[in-house]
Structures are given as structure tokens and as C-alpha cells.
């Protein structure tokens, strides 16, 4: 019989469940592949991997290493909690803010060698 996990989970690893799940999701989307191939591809359902990605407390550590061996094939989750794959860095410095407007006179003059 199923019951739900959130009264016996603690709200601070309710939290770190939640970030775990957040964490795949950057990775998977980094990696540019949708959430029905992973889920596939790990053997699971699409719904199980969107209550992954939630951070739902009732999944298992076996299908949260599954997910991740899906999207990430030998990423350990130190480096996914690390966030330090390459494709989430580079998914990061596509992120950030640009400069959208031209150095002026001076600012360029500063920059004179």
C-alpha cells in the first residue's frame, strides 16, 4: 500500500529533495533532452520522472540514480550536486546577461593600451 512521504519527511530534506530534483532538470536540460526520452530510457514513466524532477520524497534513490544515469551516463551525483558537468556550465554562461550597448569614447579610451 502506498502512502505519502511528506508528513514523515523532515521540511529541510523536503528542501534538499526539491533541489535534487531542480539539479536534474538543469541537467537534463543542459544536455538538451526531453523528459519522456529520459524517462525511457531509464525504464521508467514520464510521470515518475516529472515527480523526480519535483523532488517528490516517495521516489526512490534507485530511480533518482537511474534517472540520472539516463540523462548523465557516469555522472555521480557528487558532480551533479556539485552542478560541475560541463554542459551546465555551459548552459549557465548562455544565461547570463549580456552587454547590449556599445562602449562609449571614454569607456573605450580606458580600455587603450
Do not use: C, H, W
Request: net charge positive.
Amino acid at each position: 500500500m502506498k502512502y505519502r512521504e511528506f508528513p514523515l519527511v523532515p521540511a529541510n530534506r523536503l528542501v534538499e529533495a526539491a533541489d535534487i530534483g531542480a539539479k536534474l532538470t538543469r541537467l537534463r536540460t543542459a544536455r538538451k533532452l526531453r523528459q519522456l526520452d529520459v524517462a525511457a530510457r531509464a525504464g521508467m514513466s514520464r510521470s515518475t520522472a516529472a515527480l523526480i524532477e519535483k523532488g517528490d520524497p516517495g521516489r526512490t534513490l534507485a530511480q533518482i540514480l537511474r534517472y540520472l544515469e539516463a540523462i548523465a551516463p557516469g555522472l555521480s551525483m557528487l558532480a551533479l550536486l556539485q552542478e560541475s558537468d560541463p554542459s551546465l556550465k555551459a548552459l549557465e554562461q548562455q544565461e547570463t546577461t549580456q552587454r547590449v550597448r556599445p562602449l562609449s569614447a571614454t569607456e573605450l579610451q580606458k580600455l587603450d593600451f
